[in-house]
Each structure stands twice: as structure tokens, then as C-alpha cells.
């Protein structure tokens, strides 16, 4: 009886045993069967997507809001076309595979190993659009005929030939500067010394003037004599001087251009970046302010363009080389001048921003204002408008902004500062001689474009809080909303004459992106204001239709 039992016992084991195994060779086989099938099945593509393909000029019908078919990958560019269209471009797992046989495409595991993710790959410039733009009645109104006291400097009609001549003028002793011989013909003279004899009243330059492009010129191209150290400020900042006794202010790359500034960081301690200088110029024009001066990108040799020409000695002692050989160097400034923080070529090629710099304080005094909404630059204080409910009402009866068009400016300059995401305006500046009838010069914009994820809404607060714009920068904006004159289109085609442009493009495609939703944001504060108040507009233009 026993025996019997441990037979059927060890029937049942050697049964369940069995069981076990025909198991796990289902399971095995099944596994196999799934790695056999593809994951996501394939499915034809819609026909517009055909048609963009098949004819480069077709631009499918996109929906922002659609979700992508589900025969197709997420797109891992999202773009406008040259004439400002979305488009979506997508590739099926043949064509990923097709494109890393050919080389064309690295894997991903290897790409990220050998270099950072990089940025959507820019797009072609629309210079139509930005021709388009300018000759558009908006930007060319007749204004008024200027008078002798509207320019800045004036050059004297009759000059004796002994003060033509003057060691003032003729320099030729001082080694590396051209001599310099001075006439009564303004087309003789420098383009810097033109610029700054073009200088009115009401703009800082004349879009049409030749000498613009001149100017450009000299700044990314002519010989630089000296670079010394440009004293105050908060960070490292040079003077360059050329051979005509022309000058530029210096700015050095702190940061790749698809770097976000840290949101952790207060805007009092973030970097400037070069290419926000060439930025806010660039978009300063396209806005028609012109109170921006020009400012154009450069490569520059950090050994023989500064160490071996540089004059300033505390300057000179910061340079060094870094482990991997590149030339590096960090001055003196409040901060970031230090090893730590330091500015480095590849190996000697550094990016920079050179700005043209505005006639000597002693030719043409300039008077500085602190903003009515500067910040508090405190990281525990507010300012006072950011507490006051009718904070404006009490602006408004403070000179210079009780008259006039002082108020309409301040706005202006919150308007350009929004679109560029600048929250550092703590003053701006005037010519002395025009008194309180001019223009606000834009200066110091090095801490633009830092963000382009995140919007900050409080730098429009001279807006929202005063409701009050002008109708010419009104009428601008709108046009610049409309798809023939796309803001990030004619944006990218003003960059796109930049010499830097051949390195990479200056604005990320984000950034320029962030430029088009924000402009929204301004209209729509306007039109809220509108809908409560009456006298929102300042017209500015009476006599455009």
C-alpha cells in the first residue's frame, strides 16, 4: 500500500514537471513572436504630408491642436517654412534607418555620447518679408522737417586751415591710427563720425542712410588698434578702437545661444550674452524705434585683437590658457571676473558683440533717468509699483512724464523689453541737449533673450497699469501679427545679414518663436485696456489714414 502511494506521488511530480516546461517553451515562443512585430504598425501617410513631400513649395494644412497619426513618430522638428507656414517633418522607422546606413544620421546613443542634443535646425530667411516690411508707409512717415537745433552735433561751415589741421585731427604719430585730414565734405569723413553727425532729435540713425551699412561694416571688419577695459558696470565689457578713431563696445560669448537662463538665478544675477546686444538691435529697427544703437557680431583673435594690443595692464594679467589649450582671460568687473567665470576662445576665436559707441560725453552730454517701474533688486523687497494698484495715476503727475510724449516712451521701451524678455531697464538715458522733447535711448541690453519657455508679464506693467500707447507703435504691431509680416519671420531674415549668422544663427528657433506669442500678448493687453478706457491711443500720426 505504501509503495503504491509513493508511486502515484512521484507520477504527479514527474506530471507537474512536465506542465512546467511545456509552459515555459509557450512563454519563450510567444516572446519571440512579439520581438518578430514591429511596435508600431504601419500606416500610410496622409496625403498632405505626401504632397509636401512630392513639391517643395506645397505647405500642408497643419492643426496645432491635432495629435500626430499614429502611424508616425513624434516629430522631432517643429518649424516654420520661409514664408511662416508650420510644417511638421517626420520620419517612419525605414526612414531613420535608410539615413544612418547612408551616414547621414548617427545613432542616437552615439550622437549623445560625442556632443549635446542640438537645437531644431534653423530656418531660411525670408528677406522679401523684411523688404516688404520697410517699405511699408508705416515706416517711412513724413514727419516733421527738422530744424538746426534738431541735430545732435553740427559741423561748422567754414573751418580755418590751421585747425583742419590741428594735432586734434592729424594723428599720424600715434602708431597703428590713420592720419586723419578733415574737410568741409561730410562724405569724406569716417562712417562712425557720420553716425554721429546723423543724429536727431528724434531717432538715433536714418534707416535709409548708406553710412548704416558702412558702419557694419567697419565694426565687423576694420583693424583694431586697442582694447582696454571698459570701466564700471557690473561685467566684462572692452573698448575697441580702429584705425579711423572710431570705437565699439566690446561684449565677449558668456553662453550658447540655445542656453536658458537658470531659473533659480534672480535677473540681477544673470549673464549678458553678445548676441541679445545684436538682437535688440535688430528688433529695435524692425519696431522702427531706432533709439538702438547699431551693434553687429564678430569673430574676434583673443591674442593678437586684445592680448598683444590690449594697453590696459590689470587686463593683461587675467589672461591664461586653459587645460584643453584655449586662450582665456576674465578682467575686472563685479561680476563674474574670475577664473571660474572666465571667457575662453576655440582656441583663440572668440564671439562678440560689437556696439557702436555714441559721441564723447564732453561733444554731447547725456542726462540718465531711473525708470518710474525700475525693480527693486532686492531678493525680499518689492518696488513700489509692483504694490500700488494706481501707481500710474501718480506717475503721471511727476515731470517729465506729466507732459508730453516722455510717458508714451517709457512704454515704448516696456513694449521692446517684453518681446525680448529684458527685465533689467533700471535707467535710460537722453541727450541733455534736446531736454525732455526726444527720444529714450535703449542702451545696455545684454541680459535680453535668456528665456525663451517662460514669458514675464510684469515687464509689461507700464502698459497694463497706464493704458496708454502710441497709435504708430500700435498699428506696427499689428501689422507685424499679420502672416505676410510674421515677426519671427522678418526677425530671422534682419539676423540673417549678420556676419556671426555664418557661424549659427543668433536666435534659436524657440527664441524666435517666444518673439511671435508675446506680440500677442501685447495686443491683447492693448485691446483689454481698450475695452475699458477710451483714450488708450496717442495719436502720434494724425495725418496717416
Known amino acids: 500500500m505504501r509503495w503504491c502511494t509513493r508511486g502515484r506521488v512521484r507520477t504527479l511530480c514527474l506530471g507537474l514537471a512536465c506542465l512546467s516546461v511545456l509552459l515555459h517553451l509557450l512563454l519563450v515562443m510567444l516572446t519571440l513572436s512579439v520581438y518578430q512585430t514591429p511596435c508600431e504598425p504601419h500606416s500610410q501617410l496622409p496625403s498632405e504630408t505626401i504632397r509636401a513631400l512630392a513639391d517643395p513649395n506645397a505647405a500642408p494644412r497643419t492643426d496645432s491642436h491635432r495629435e500626430a497619426p499614429s502611424g508616425l513618430r513624434q516629430p522631432r522638428v517643429s518649424s516654420m517654412d520661409v514664408g511662416g507656414d508650420?510644417?511638421?517633418?517626420?520620419?517612419?522607422?525605414?526612414?531613420?534607418?535608410?539615413?544612418?546606413?547612408?551616414?547621414?544620421?548617427?545613432?542616437?546613443?552615439?550622437?549623445?555620447?560625442?556632443?549635446?542634443?542640438?537645437?531644431?535646425?534653423?530656418?531660411?530667411?525670408?528677406?522679401?518679408?523684411?523688404?516688404?516690411?520697410?517699405?511699408?508707409?508705416?515706416?517711412?512717415?513724413?514727419?516733421?522737417?527738422?530744424?538746426?537745433?534738431?541735430?545732435l552735433l553740427l559741423v561748422k561751415p567754414k573751418v580755418k586751415e590751421n585747425e583742419l589741421e590741428s594735432p586734434h585731427w592729424l594723428s599720424a604719430s600715434e602708431e597703428g591710427y590713420d592720419a586723419v585730414h578733415l574737410n568741409n565734405d561730410i562724405e569724406t569723413y569716417p562712417p562712425w563720425l557720420r553716425f554721429h553727425l546723423?543724429?536727431?532729435?528724434?531717432?538715433?540713425?536714418?534707416?535709409?542712410?548708406?553710412?548704416?551699412?558702412?558702419?557694419?561694416?567697419?565694426?565687423?571688419?576694420?583693424k583694431i588698434v586697442s582694447a582696454v577695459q571698459k570701466t564700471g558696470g557690473t561685467q566684462l565689457k572692452l573698448v575697441m578702437s580702429f584705425p579711423n578713431y572710431g570705437q565699439s563696445l566690446f561684449k565677449p560669448m558668456k553662453q550658447d545661444r540655445d542656453d536658458e537662463t537658470n531659473?533659480?538665478?534672480?535677473?540681477?544675477?544673470?549673464?549678458?550674452?553678445?548676441?541679445?546686444?545684436?538682437?535688440a538691435y535688430h528688433l529695435d529697427r524692425i519696431l522702427g524705434f531706432r533709439r538702438v544703437p547699431p551693434a553687429v557680431g564678430r569673430l574676434v583673435d583673443v591674442i593678437t585683437e586684445i592680448k598683444d594690443i590690449t594697453t590696459d595692464r590689470k587686463l593683461a594679467k587675467t589672461f591664461f590658457n586653459s587645460p584643453v589649450g584655449n586662450t582665456c582671460f576674465y578682467g575686472q568687473c563685479s561680476y563674474y571676473c574670475s577664473t571660474e567665470h572666465a571667457v575662453c576662445g576655440r582656441p583663440r576665436a572668440l564671439e562678440a558683440s560689437m556696439a557702436t559707441m555714441l559721441p564723447d560725453l564732453s561733444l554731447a552730454p547725456r542726462r540718465s533717468w531711473r525708470s518710474p517701474w525700475r525693480r527693486s533688486y532686492s531678493r525680499s523687497k518689492r518696488a513700489q509699483w509692483e504694490t500700488e494698484k494706481d501707481y500710474c495715476d501718480t506717475?503721471?503727475?511727476?515731470?517729465?512724464?506729466?507732459?508730453?510724449?516722455?510717458?508714451?516712451?517709457?512704454?515704448d521701451m516696456a513694449i521692446l523689453d517684453f518681446l525680448m524678455s529684458n527685465m533689467d531697464r533700471h535707467h535710460y538715458e537722453t541727450f541733455e541737449k534736446f531736454g525732455n522733447i526726444t527720444f529714450l535711448i535703449h542702451l545696455d541690453n545684454g541680459r535680453a533673450f535668456g528665456r525663451f519657455s517662460k514669458d514675464e508679464p510684469s515687464i509689461l506693467a507700464p502698459l497694463e497699469q497706464?493704458?496708454?500707447?502710441?497709435?504708430?507703435?500700435?498699428?506696427?504691431?499689428?501689422?507685424?501679427?499679420?502672416?505676410?509680416?510674421?515677426?519671427s519671420d522678418v526677425?530671422?531674415?534682419?539676423?540673417?545679414?549678420?556676419?556671426?549668422?555664418?557661424?549659427?544663427?543668433?536666435?534659436s528657433e524657440?527664441?524666435?518663436?517666444?518673439?511671435?506669442r508675446r506680440l500677442a500678448r501685447v495686443l491683447k493687453v492693448v485691446g483689454h485696456c481698450q475695452e475699458q478706457y477710451s483714450n488708450v491711443i496717442y495719436n502720434d500720426i494724425p495725418d496717416y489714414p
Open 466 to 487: 497706464c493704458c496708454r500707447v502710441r497709435r504708430s507703435t500700435l498699428m506696427k504691431l499689428q501689422l507685424l501679427a499679420l502672416p505676410q509680416y510674421r515677426l
Open 491 to 507: 526677425m530671422r531674415a534682419s539676423l540673417s545679414q549678420d556676419p556671426l549668422t555664418a557661424v549659427a544663427p543668433l536666435l
Open 86 to 151: 508650420h510644417q511638421v517633418v517626420a520620419q517612419t522607422r525605414e526612414e531613420s534607418s535608410a539615413l544612418k546606413q547612408s551616414g547621414i544620421v548617427e545613432p542616437l546613443g552615439e550622437m549623445a555620447r560625442a556632443r549635446p542634443v542640438s537645437s531644431p535646425q534653423p530656418l531660411k530667411p525670408n528677406l522679401t518679408k523684411l523688404e516688404a516690411l520697410f517699405q511699408h508707409p508705416l515706416f517711412k512717415p513724413p514727419g516733421p522737417p527738422l530744424q538746426e537745433d534738431d541735430w
Open 510 to 516: 524657440p527664441h524666435l518663436v517666444a518673439l511671435d
Open 198 to 222: 546723423g543724429i536727431t532729435r528724434w531717432q538715433l540713425y536714418d534707416p535709409n542712410d548708406p553710412n548704416l551699412r558702412q558702419l557694419e561694416e567697419q565694426l565687423t571688419s576694420h
Open 395 to 411: 506717475v503721471k503727475k511727476t515731470p517729465p512724464y506729466n507732459q508730453g510724449t516722455r510717458l508714451v516712451d517709457v512704454i
Open 263 to 279: 531659473y533659480n538665478l534672480y535677473y540681477f544675477s544673470d549673464f549678458e550674452r553678445h548676441n541679445a546686444e545684436i538682437g
